[in-house]
């Protein structure tokens, strides 16, 4: 079909309203239409630019005609509009904005809500029920051009410092004088090379795709390491001379408003760097004493910003729908455990955006907020103002919530009032620090609770690591040999060997999983294909880009409730609930390796008994 009737047909319902309340002649429509496919423009801005009409009138006449509201747009706040949910392509081919996200309902402002088409593809991009609202063209126009600009602008800033580090470095000096340890140095000269060295380690860190950065100065003449933390591993980035350790410091506290002159204690703060540099990123920033009378310094970029979708967090289909069966009950307990830096975090903010709808009021109790959604409402926890993760549940608990969400459940205040609350009829999420789901109900009744009243709670308990994820682009494929998948099933079945079915069916039993991976994991030929990590450009010669997330789902059932009652060890409990289905960290990492995302290698590292 060609441009023009596709025009005419998606815009054909403005256009009749225009012509039918004596706005245009037909003619008018006809010219405007022609104008507008030789001009690839839509059919209400180059109408605008025709000036037959104004944008007011032409917005005026679109809600009259379809009921839709009309906003002044002019009256919002850039700031506030959800970023990142629609394609840049079709806002400005079609002039769209997400105006306001809520639940699963999309407020979209429109200046033809007569074109079905754009409707549509807004839909299927977000996911979400589109609300249209009526803005007018000129206004959404003017924003749509401060948006470009700031955007190549921001490209522009990230592209015109071509100044390596190396530059900088030789800029800087390498000469043995003594250190610089006055503030002065750095503030009365804002534009100095360390001021310079500062933002580039800051944005190299951030296109790098790393978590952390890590300033490690040493005593007398040897040279300050800086480290990025990526996929999980730290790796080397530059060197420092020794003399602008203290000035390097010094620059960081000033950047998060810490006390420059304390340096003998720890301290902690957050960089906003929009501030000093391109990036509209935080950084959480930790300073802490080390031996020789100098500072490390770590800082934690929090750049995620915006929850995953669930479908994104890579659970097995048994244990996706075993979660979202947790997750949608009423009320009760749910918690996801693991180490420092698993996830435990971003997995919540996930479950809580699947059940972030209108009608529901969710708490967040954090330390540090990190990830922001909107619908909920989030505290941070400040306890020396007496804001403790305890404090928070309380006050919660007297503002109507539905659903509560704890940073973390440390002590037996925090984790009682967890278990009351969710047996008061409120659900309940909460992460552990611990190394599997069965051993987290041991260090739960290890605080002192109740086992009646925690058993009752309980929905259940996700464990989770971040193995490395094969690089895509490199990783290389081979065919297993049939050792290699006779010592991966062994492996495999080695926790299953305590359940009653395979006490019963012995060698029958682990049979059948090998059945079970023939049909999953093996080509037409009856061969599993498994990869190895190789190297190249895109991975820096690591082999593995990204990481994959390794799961195991205990879920609160009958048996294992009668567990926590009777104070059972833990491998009977994990025997209860190997029998009724779940699978072990281990177990999930090896099926991961089975579909080629990671290696055995990764699995048993982060997987370790």
């Given at each position: ?7 005419q ?19 008018d ?15 209400v ?30 009256a ?23 105006l ?11 200046t ?78 804002s ?23 890590h ?46 002159s ?15 540099g ?168 290890d ?151 990671t ?11």
């Open positions: 079909m060609p441009a023009a009737s596709i025009l047909t998606s815009l054909s319902g403005l256009a009749r309203a225009l012509v039918q309340q004596g706005r245009l002649s037909e003619y429509v006809e010219a405007v239409l022609g104008e507008a496919a030789a001009n690839s423009r839509s059919f801005s180059q109408l605008i630019a025709s000036k037959k009409l104004s944008a007011l009138e032409v917005a005026e006449v679109a809600a009259q005609t379809f009921g839709f509201p009309l906003v002044d747009f002019d919002l706040d850039p700031e506030q509009l959800p970023k990142d949910i629609l394609d840049k392509k079709l806002m400005q081919a079609h002039r769209v904005v997400a306001h996200k809520r639940g699963n309902r999309l407020h979209l402002a429109v033809d809500p007569s074109n079905l088409q754009v409707l549509d593809d807004a839909q299927f991009q977000t996911g979400l029920v589109v609300d249209p609202v009526i803005v007018e063209d000129d206004k959404i126009g003017r924003y749509m051009e401060s948006a470009a600009k700031s955007d190549t602008e921001l490209k522009k800033l990230m592209e015109e410092d071509t100044t390596s580090i190396g530059d900088l470095l030789h800029n800087l000096g390498d000469d043995t004088s003594e250190e610089v340890e006055s503030a002065d140095d750095i503030t009365a000269a534009d100095n090379e360390l001021v310079k060295l500062v933002n580039k380690i800051i944005i190299d860190a951030y296109n790098q795709n790393a978590s952390d950065i300033i490690e100065p040493y005593p007398g003449k040897k040279k300050t390491r800086i480290r990025f933390r990526k996929d999980g591993s730290l790796v080397n980035y530059i060197e420092l001379p020794a003399h602008y350790r203290s000035p390097l410091v010094t620059r960081l506290k000033i950047m998060c408003d810490l006390d420059i304390e340096r003998r204690k720890p301290q902690d703060g957050k960089i906003k760097f929009k501030k000093f391109p990036l509209d990123i935080e950084l959480r920033v930790a300073t802490c004493p080390t031996q020789g009378g100098v500072e490390d310094v770590v800082m934690r970029i929090l750049a995620a910003g915006k929850p995953m979708k669930l479908e994104q967090l890579g659970l097995a289909p048994k244990n996706m729908e075993n979660l979202k069966s947790c997750v949608e009950k009423p009320y009760g307990l749910f918690f996801v455990c693991g180490p420092t830096g698993s996830g435990k975090t971003t997995t919540l903010h996930s479950v809580l955006g699947y059940l972030n709808t209108p009608d529901t009021k969710i708490w967040t109790a954090e330390d540090p907020v990190e990830i922001t959604q909107e619908g909920l409402r989030q505290v941070q926890m400040n306890p020396k103002a007496g804001l403790t993760f305890a404090t928070a549940m309380r006050a919660f608990l007297r503002c109507d919530p539905d659903i509560i969400m704890v940073g973390e459940m440390r002590d037996k205040e925090t984790t009682s009032i967890g278990v009351e609350a969710s047996l008061t009829g409120h659900l309940v999420f909460a992460t552990l620090h611990t190394n599997s789901a069965p051993e987290s109900i041991v260090r739960l009744l605080m002192g609770m109740d086992p009646f009243n925690f058993a009752d709670a309980l929905l259940g308990i996700l464990a989770q690591r971040l193995a490395k994820r094969l690089c895509p682009k490199c990783k290389k494929p081979y065919v297993a040999s049939q050792e290699e998948m006779r010592l991966m099933l062994d492996e495999y079945c080695e926790e299953l060997r305590n359940t009653e079915r395979f006490k019963r069916e012995g060698e029958a039993a682990q049979h059948a999983i090998h059945e079970e991976w023939m049909q999953r994991f093996a080509n037409d030929k009856g061969q599993f294909m498994l990869y190895e990590a190789v190297g190249c450009d895109n991975c820096d010669s690591t082999g593995y880009r990204g990481r994959v997330g390794l799961h195991e789902l205990l879920v609160g059932t009958d048996p294992v409730k009668k567990h926590i009652q009777e104070h059972a060890r833990v491998a009977e409990i994990v025997a209860t609930a190997l029998q009724q289905g779940m699978r072990t960290l281990k177990q999930d990492g090896m099926e991961k390796v089975l579909q080629g995302s290696d055995m290698r990764q699995v048993r590292a982060v997987c370790i008994k």
